[in-house]
């Protein structure tokens, strides 16, 4: 399909260790975004990219995490020394609109556990 | 200030009867209200959105109510059916802006 794409699907890892995300948007949307999603704690969202660059990293929780999008396209999250307070589930999605007056399109997620 | 207050957590409900959502925002900026519908394994989805323009907005079963004067919004869902078993998000924003404020969500179970 033409939908949001993301991997892994679930992803374990052991604390202390560096994971990488990826989600690949839906071809022609120029906005991407991503989210996290934990045990009754809603959508929180983490960065905002408009192309490659990235106006708002405010929800970025710590500098542990980082995220970048190359080529208009594909986008890596990457967290660092991971936390066992990591653990979620990391919703990547995109929008062919520049703000968020538009619907947003969602991948299934990665489910991140942090042992 | 920036929060989306959602409730209840959970709701379970006969089939045909009417589940409400509730959501209440403090941000007077915001001006547009989406609710979300997510399926366990999926991501969220665009169920219907609403601007404060208006007081109500209806597709099919789904009705958004919104009172702009109390700073609240509901989801209604008419006829209820199993398949409509999912967690609801509400979310607000404003106009330019690039961060969609998501509510704490709502697990709706319908039972047959």
């Known amino acids: 399909g033409a939908g949001v794409s993301q991997s892994p699907s679930n992803k374990v890892t052991e604390k202390g260790k560096d994971v990488e995300l990826r989600c690949d948007p839906i071809?022609?949307?120029?906005?991407l975004y991503w989210y996290r999603q934990s045990l009754g704690q809603g959508l929180e969202f983490l960065i905002y990219?408009?192309?490659?660059?990235?106006?708002?990293k405010s929800g970025l929780p710590s500098d542990r995490f980082s995220a970048e999008r190359t080529g208009g396209s594909v986008s890596t999250l990457t967290i660092q020394r991971t936390q066992q307070e990591d653990s979620a589930v990391y919703l990547c999605a995109s929008s062919p609109w520049d703000s968020y007056t538009g619907e947003l399109f969602f991948g299934e997620g990665s489910r991140l556990t942090v042992l | 200030q920036q929060q989306v207050k959602q409730s209840p957590q959970s709701l379970i409900v006969q089939k045909g009867g009417i589940p409400i959502i509730n959501c209440a925002y403090e941000n007077t900026a915001f001006d547009y209200f989406p609710w979300y519908q997510q399926f366990p394994g999926k991501g969220p989805a665009l169920l219907i959105a609403?601007?404060?323009?208006?007081s109500e907005k209806k597709e099919g079963r789904f009705t958004i109510s919104f009172n702009k004067s109390a700073k609240q919004f509901s989801l209604h869902i008419m006829d209820s059916q199993p398949g409509d078993s999912a967690t609801y998000f509400c979310?607000?924003?404003?106009?330019?802006?690039?961060?969609?404020?998501f509510g704490q969500g709502t697990r709706l179970t319908i039972n047959p």
């Open positions: 990219f408009q192309g490659n660059s990235a106006p708002d």
């Open positions: 071809s022609g949307h120029t906005a």
């Open positions: 979310a607000a924003s404003t106009q330019g802006a690039q961060k969609l404020v």
């Open positions: 609403i601007r404060p323009d208006v």
